[in-house]
């Protein structure tokens, strides 16, 4: 995508009823993390919210719905989303690391996928919801990575391998990821101009997005803001568990623990 380039703006309208939204991203849930999990686990079944936005990269990675078919930790996520959409309205919008999430394992967990980007009408205003990767256009290597792997035809051909190789070159990726980190490596952050342009093309005030890691509120020109979720780890000190919440009132920042 390119700065002057402009996605498809979908749209969602908040039922009456709703009182309460919250968002979470970047909880990168994998096994080896069983403390972020509880800590999902936990925050799942006691939020008050009426509707729960999942902006992406709920899961370190996700290379087919094979594993949540089987008793283990890919069906123990699912579980904790089907038990949340008793009490819930759930959305999942996709992120870098678990794009290949489908909507039927979506379905099975009662949980709605999110076109990326989406805007959400509530309390009056309009709230411009991404995952966040496809604005960090600095990041040319991994704009044309995406490019890849979001083409259905590429999706198709992946998941038709046998797990096991899908599982060894999501090992490797990782590998490669965590190579990158060490190296200090400074990441992109969005583009401020491409951000703009989403905003006023939404017709939007507040951009809501995850990916970057870097919580933060920023004031944009037009008394437009970007809002960024953080990531989740609960094994950091401290702990980062952080939930936006939003109310007729506006957004807070929530420590979940």
């Known amino acids: 995508m390119t700065a ?74 699912a579980a904790v989303l089907q038990a949340t959409a008793d009490r819930a309205s759930l959305f999942f919008m996709h992120g870098n690391r678990d794009f290949l999430v489908s909507d039927g394992f979506l379905r099975a967990c009662r949980t709605t996928p999110l076109p990326d980007p989406t805007v959400l009408g509530f309390a009056g205003q309009r709230w411009l919801l991404t995952h966040g990767d496809a604005l960090c256009l600095a990041d040319t290597d991994y704009m044309k990575f995406r490019e890849q792997v979001r083409n259905p035809a590429w999706q198709r051909e992946f998941l038709s391998r046998p797990l096991a190789e899908r599982q060894a070159i999501a090992r490797e990726l990782r590998e490669q990821s965590e190579a990158r980190k060490r190296s200090g490596v400074e990441y992109a952050d969005v583009d401020g101009a491409a951000t703009q342009a989403w905003l006023e093309a939404a017709d939007a005030q507040v951009l809501i997005h995850g990916h970057t890691h870097r919580p933060a509120d920023h004031a944009l020109a037009a008394a437009r803001q970007r809002t960024v979720l953080s990531d989740w780890d609960a094994r950091a000190e401290p702990a980062r568990q952080e939930v936006l919440r939003l109310t007729a009132a506006g957004l807070q920042r929530i420590a979940f623990d």
């Open 4 to 77: 002057t380039a402009l996605p498809r703006f979908e749209e969602l309208l908040a039922p009456g009823t709703w009182r309460t939204i919250d968002f979470i991203s970047d909880l990168h849930l994998q096994a080896a993390e069983p403390e972020t999990f509880d800590a999902w686990r936990r925050y799942m079944s006691e939020t008050p919210a009426d509707a729960v936005f999942i902006l992406g990269d709920l899961f370190e990675v996700w290379v087919g719905d094979e594993p949540a078919q089987e008793p283990g930790f890919a069906a123990d996520c």
